[in-house]
């Protein structure tokens, strides 16, 4: 068998590991029209930055180890003009020389990735603007901060390379400034999460402007579309990829619902002996079982390897994603897996919303407060989504998470998990317990909660309610909800006939606890409709502040 491959980063070259490891029979072949092949494009932000001193350690491979490891060939600055299924030929040229030649195949596999999104921005095209796709931007990147030493930079968008830069750039003393066109950064977040990613930038000295979008770029300025300047020696787009699909389209591959190839389980294509994976194919989300397009490494060399196996003969499968993201910016740590609140929403879901403010393991221990928020599925009690904002541990949690969602847990389910807890590691019942617990009250126990967006609503409708701040009065002195009354939650027992309990009633505290508890005395007593504020004060105060 004749495999080739199209692509050569981290779909194609696991597709040809596994392939060689399945059959050490097969002629396989990549061609790739870039210089560098199965790279770290994840790293790339520090290389800028100085973390990682050493460029080669984000390329590791080169086509002389595949050749004797894999005895794969790959022809480097060679591009696949097009692809003729028919009689499985496919056209080269080679970058090098410009010539062009023919060669056939068995079995293609498409890996051509994703291409950097350029907005249609006048002066994009100068020389002190740059995208971050590859090996080639990230050299470009470095030379010019070597070579003219800027003082200050524009990124444009705010996905996890957009912040990753943006840090970077900061280490190395350049002012910063992030622009994104959407009312707040890091778009995979529900904005209520985006203001803890927010805040933490400003607290770094990061200037953001929300909500705009850039209408020409000079060479030492970005002018906005309400004609503010911002300086700017130099400018990142960072405003999304696009799965490179022309090479396929013109071959008659039919692509999905998200503008990617379209693939089944097994990585095949509508057309015989063609599959595709890695960022320029669709993948379908674990949740909801819809096509999503969420290019990342982890998904591509997954796609790869299942390529690979099933061009062999292997039965491997394909099992979707959640969309789990994780990225670091200054020294926070946010996550993201499954449906958001919106998506969720979207998607007709009735859902249950918390959030869980707790250390990642006790105050005494160092332990910093992590937010955790929750999405489950009211009518089934399914965990659907969870993001997290913090700093030591949110990877561990996360992973939890994505596991629970995997297998279709529901929020009580997370309480009842043996997770280990040691002091040095966690609190005695860890943070995604608590998560669960919260939930799992908010569904089957009538402990409803209420969110910061929900009491704005309440607040400005005209209603009646009553909003109970259950802190001590030095707290509640120090600053409160201005509709809120203060009944501390030891002296609550003693005001019940102060009290409506037909009324709607909304308890808050710091974080939730004491304004859980507060709601357990009311609803003991008779009260008909009471909710506890999710996330309590705290980030009811991170989130009013935002507007």
Known sequence: MRLIIIGAVAAGTSAAAKARRNDENAEIIIYDKDSYISYSGCGMPYYIGGEVEDAKKLTPRDPVFFKSKYNVDILIRHEVLSI?????????????????????????????????????????D??????????????????????????????VGTGFIGLEVCE?????????????????VTPVLDGDMAVYVEDHLRKNGIKL???????????????????????????????????????????????????????????????????????????YHVVTGKPVYRPMGSTANKTGRIAGDVVTGGNLSFRGILGTGIF???DMTVAITGLTE???????????????????????????????????DKDTGRLLGVQIAGFEGVDKRIDVFVTAITYKAQAEDLFHLDLAYAPPFSTTKDPVMYTGMILDNAIHSDRKLITSDELEELINSGKDYQLIDARAASQYEQDHIETAVNVPHAKLRNSLDEL?????????????????AAQNILLNHGFKEVYNLSGGHKNYRKNRKSL
């Not at 003729?84 to 030649?101: M, Q, R």
């Not at 190395?172 to 066109?181: A, F, H, K, S």
Request: hydrophobic share 40%; glycine share 8%; aromatic share 6%.
């Open 209 to 283: 402007l929300t909500g705009l979008s850039v209408a020409e770029i000079k060479k030492d300025r970005v002018i906005l579309e309400d004609q503010r300047e911002v300086e700017a020696d130099f400018v990142l787009l960072s405003t999304g990829v696009r799965p490179n699909t022309e090479l396929a389209a013109k071959a008659g591959i039919e692509l999905g619902v998200t503008g990617a190839i379209k693939v089944n389980e097994k990585m095949m294509t509508n057309v015989k002996d063609i599959y595709s994976c890695g960022d320029c194919s669709e993948q």
């Open 328 to 330: 670091k910016v200054f």
């Open 126 to 155: 100068l020389k002190n603007v740059f995208s971050l796709r590859n090996i080639g931007d990230m050299n470009q990147i470095k030379d010019f901060i070597n070579e003219y030493a800027p003082k200050s930079a524009v990124i």
């Open 500 to 516: 409506d309990k037909d009324a709607i009633t909304i308890t808050y505290c710091n974080k939730g606890v004491t304004g859980n």
């Open 168 to 184: 970077n750039l900061k280490e190395l003393g350049i002012e910063v400034t992030l622009i994104e066109r959407l009312p707040w």
């Open 84 to 124: 003729d299924h028919k009689n499985k030929t496919l056209e080269i040229k080679n970058l090098a020389t410009g010539d062009t030649f023919q060669d056939h195949y068995d079995k293609l596999v498409i890996a051509a990735g994703a291409a950097a999104v350029i907005p249609p921005v006048k002066g994009a």
């Open 342 to 376: 919106r998506e969720a929403k979207k998607e007709g879901y009735h859902v249950a919303v918390c959030h869980n403010i707790k250390p990642n393991k006790p105050e005494y221990m160092g332990g910093r407060e992590m937010v955790i928020k929750g999405i489950a």
